[in-house]
Each structure stands twice: as C-alpha cells, then as structure tokens.
C-alpha cells in the first residue's frame, strides 16, 4: 500500500513538472521511472509502469506552447517548485486517490486543470505591464552611407572663378550701298585753269629750241615760228562728257567733239591747216590725237587721285624732226 502510495504521489509530481515545461515553452524529457524497492510485493507495480509509459508517450505528443518575444524559461529540475508548480499543486485535488482506484483517470483530471494554470502563467508573461519606458526598436532597413568628401590637396589652385559673359555686342547697321560707279571719263567734266607758272612755259620754249637744233640752219627759223604757233599755253581747258561723247574747248572759237573710241572728226589747226581728230580712253587717260598732212600730235590728260590736278602731256611729230617735241603742262580744277 504504501508503495502505491508513493508511486501515485510520483506521478503527480511528474505531470505537474511536464505541465509546467510545455506551458514556458519546452517539452521536459520524460524523466525515468524510480526504482521502486523489490522487497515490496506490489500488485499494481506492472500496471503503474505501463501507465506511466503510456502517459510519457502521449505527453511527448503534445505541442508545446511557444510565448512570443519572451525567453525560454529555464528548465525545472525535479525537486524544486515553481510559482507554475505552486498553482498546478493547488488546483490538484488534496487527498490521494484510494487504493484500487484507476490511475489513467486521476491523470486525466490534472492534466486540463495543468494545462489551463500553465497557459495562464505564460499568459502572464506575455503581458507585463509597466511604467518604465520601453526602449524603442531600432531601424534595421538599411542605410546608404553618404560618400566621404575628397581631401583638399593643401597646394591645389584657388577654383577658377565662373566666366562673365560677353557683352552682347550691338549689330552695326548695314552700310548704305554704294552707288554705282561711275563712267571713267565722268572724271573729266569740268573747267581747268593753266597752274604751271613761267617755269613750264620756259620749259617749253626750251623744248621747241632743242628740236629747232636738229633742222637745217637754213630753214631753223621757219621751223621755230612753226612750232611756237601750233603749241599756245591755254589758258583753261573745260570738258563736258556726256554718255561716251566728250566735248573739248581751248579757246574762244577752238571747241571740238568726238566719240570715245569712235571715228576721227574733221577739225582746223590754229594756222589754217585741215586735220583730224580722234577721241579714246586708255587706262583712265583720255587721249585726242591730231593728224595732219606733214606730222601729228598726241594730248593725253591725266587726273591725280583727287581729280583737282590736270597734266596734258603733248607729243608732236613730223617728217622733217628727227627727234619728237615732247612736254608737259600742269591745270588745276577750277
């Protein structure tokens, strides 16, 4: 009897331990059966061994109750009561149960009440208020760390400053076209006075002497008078040009006209003598070229850049000069 006795109590102690182990979280090993003594001859020590086998088993079987965000508790080891041993031992019915009675329905009636206590405690530990403040959980996404700043060499050059802009240049307006050029011989139109002095004027004298020189002494004189009478200093020479037509005067009553480049016109020389006189335009020279029956003579006139200054420059030739008379006589616009 008292072997039963014990190996109930044994029992008890045994599923209130394997409550209170799958309550926190852990299936408790099924801890091995005592040895019960050999000198006792106990009717029902087979069966409480097939029992407690059988209850081992069905404990295993059971799924433990995991508290979340709470730590496993410690394992109880046999012999110590906890606060779950405590409540498990006092919900247990006080008084063993009587000899003879089943033991699989006494196990029966701990276990719910076991369990309930158990899942009460764990309950308790999951909740657990308080008034201190609760740490706040850190952020675990993760963070970009933010790139480190190139060192600064301590001889590098200032940075250069931003360019000014340009000033916008103002547009310059477009020149006034040209007007069209103008005929070369345009030049020419105008009244221009003698501007040579006595200096050219004995200039020429000295000429017709020199070509005087080259005739026969007999005839010097005549040839001297010749060419004095047909080589006056005008006084003023005036052009009118119209178109390619050019009208030349050199005296009261000593007008003549003619076409650039067009046919000689007939024309009387100073002393009478019939001639002809041809009107061109050589590299901006305008050239007249007299032609009588014993010589000729050729005036080109020239204007400076200007087109203030006048030179006819005259050229006379004859059968009977060995040499040409050549000079030069300066006019200014008047």
């Known amino acids: 009897m008292v072997a039963t006795m014990l190996t109930v109590q044994l029992r008890r102690f045994l599923v209130c331990a394997t409550v209170l182990a799958v309550g926190c979280g852990e299936a408790a ?11 006792f001859d106990d009717p029902f020590a087979e069966d409480a061994k ?18 979340l965000a709470e730590p496993a508790a410690a394992p109880v080891e046999p012999g110590v009561a906890g606060p779950g041993a405590a409540s498990a031992t006092a919900g247990a019915p006080a008084e063993a149960a009587p ?45 970009t760390p933010a790139a480190p700043e190139a060192p600064v060499p301590a001889d590098s050059p200032p940075p250069t400053p931003a360019p000014t802009p340009a000033p916008v240049a103002t547009p310059t307006p477009a020149p006034t076209p ?27 004298t000295d000429a017709i002497e020199t070509t005087v020189q080259q005739l026969n ?19 003023q020479i005036s052009f009118v040009v119209e178109g390619t037509r050019v009208t030349a005067t050199f005296a009261a009553g000593r007008t003549i006209s003619g076409t650039l480049g067009g046919p000689a016109v007939p024309w009387t020389a100073d002393d ?48 009977r000069l060995e040499v040409p008379l050549k000079y030069a006589l300066t006019y200014r616009r008047k």
């Not at 090993?29 to 000198?39: D, H, K, Q, S």
């Not at 097939?50 to 508290?67: F, G, R, S, T």
């Not at 010589?295 to 030739?317: A, H, N, P, Q, Y």
């Open 99 to 143: 000899t003879g009675a089943a033991p699989a329905s006494a196990v029966a009636e701990a276990r719910p009440e076991a369990k309930a206590e158990g899942e009460k405690a764990a309950a308790a530990k999951k909740v657990k208020p308080t008034t201190e403040p609760q740490p706040v959980p850190k952020d675990k996404s993760p963070t």
């Open 29 to 39: 090993p099924p801890a091995p059966a005592p040895a019960v003594p050999e000198e």
């Open 217 to 235: 002494a007999l005839i010097r004189g005549i040839g001297r008078k010749r060419l004095t009478t047909a080589n006056p200093i005008r006084e």
């Open 50 to 67: 097939a029992e407690v086998k059988a209850e081992a088993a069905a404990e295993a079987k059971v799924e433990p109750v995991v508290a």
């Open 272 to 319: 009478g003598s019939p001639l002809t006189v041809a009107f061109s335009l050589v590299k901006g020279r305008l050239v007249m070229e007299f032609k009588a029956e014993d010589g000729g003579r050729r005036s080109v006139f020239t204007l400076d850049e200007s087109g203030d200054k006048l030179t006819m420059s005259v050229t006379i030739t004859s059968s």
């Open 178 to 204: 040209a007007a069209p050029a103008q005929p070369e011989q345009n030049r020419f139109a105008g009244t221009f006075r003698y501007a040579g002095g006595e200096a050219q004027r004995q200039q020429l």
